[in-house]
């Protein structure tokens, strides 16, 4: 059964970084590609990076290109993103999101439950 | 504001069928088969309902069906339960914009 499991998630000040984390079982987690998906208080939802499966692909949202960076090992079954120079705009549900093949892009079938992260002083 | 629209709303009786539009563009909907539609209850993960605009997972009920005409996608859903009341979003590439965009949402009452 695929799991997904978000962590990292924290109440942050304006400016400031932080490291979502997300733990795979069930799938073979090199053969997949990865994103990471979030939802603003109230809002919808709105894709934010996504990785492939080796790793050496990556795509990133206009909103948070430049300030957030994915990444994963495959040794430990683990995505994660990096997040820099944090903005309020930026609080919400981080949700980590498996896709149905290799590849980089909207191909999400599992997701997790997410991980909050607020952004406020 | 979302480059695909969805209606914010729509609602129906247990064993009605509904259908939730996506409208996109000539550069998106239009040319691309890659829409997916996800479920989403608050508080859970979002389930994939449909992929590649009428492709359903082994794990999805066949009352949930998706199609597309023109630059308008579409998830019907028919015989409601009362758990199908949920956010629907739909998702699609945009030209230019590999990652992809989703609709604003809709919130389905039964």
């Known amino acids: 059964e695929v799991e997904l499991v978000e962590s990292g998630g924290d109440l942050v000040p304006p400016g400031g970084s932080l490291r979502l984390s997300c733990a795979a079982s069930?799938?073979?987690?090199?053969?997949?590609?990865m994103n990471w998906v979030r939802q603003a208080p109230g809002k919808g939802l709105e894709w934010v990076s996504s990785i492939g499966g080796s790793g050496s692909t990556s795509l990133y949202g206009d909103s948070v290109k430049g300030r957030f960076t994915i990444s994963r090992d495959n040794s430990k079954n683990t995505l994660y993103l990096q997040m820099n120079s944090l903005r309020a705009e930026d609080t919400g549900m981080y949700y980590c999101?498996?896709?149905?093949?290799?590849?980089?892009?909207?191909?999400?079938?599992?997701w997790g439950r997410g991980t909050l992260v607020t952004v406020s002083s | 504001q979302s480059a695909l629209t969805q209606p914010a709303s729509v609602s129906g009786s247990p064993g009605q069928s509904i259908t939730i539009s996506c409208t996109g563009t000539s550069s998106d909907i239009g040319t691309f088969n890659f829409v997916s539609w996800f479920q989403h209850h608050p508080g859970k993960a979002p389930k994939l309902l449909i992929y590649d605009v009428s492709q359903r997972p082994p794990d999805v009920s066949d009352r949930f069906s998706g199609s597309k005409s023109g630059n308008t996608a579409s998830l019907t859903i028919s015989g409601l339960q009362a758990d199908d009341e949920a956010d629907y979003y739909c998702?699609?590439?945009?030209?230019?914009?590999?990652?992809?965009?989703f609709g604003g949402g809709t919130k389905l009452t039964v």
């Open positions: 999101a498996k896709n149905r093949n290799v590849l980089t892009g909207p191909r999400a079938d599992y």
């Open positions: 998702t699609s590439i945009i030209r230019g914009t590999p990652l992809g965009v």
């Open positions: 069930g799938f073979d987690f090199r053969n997949y590609g």
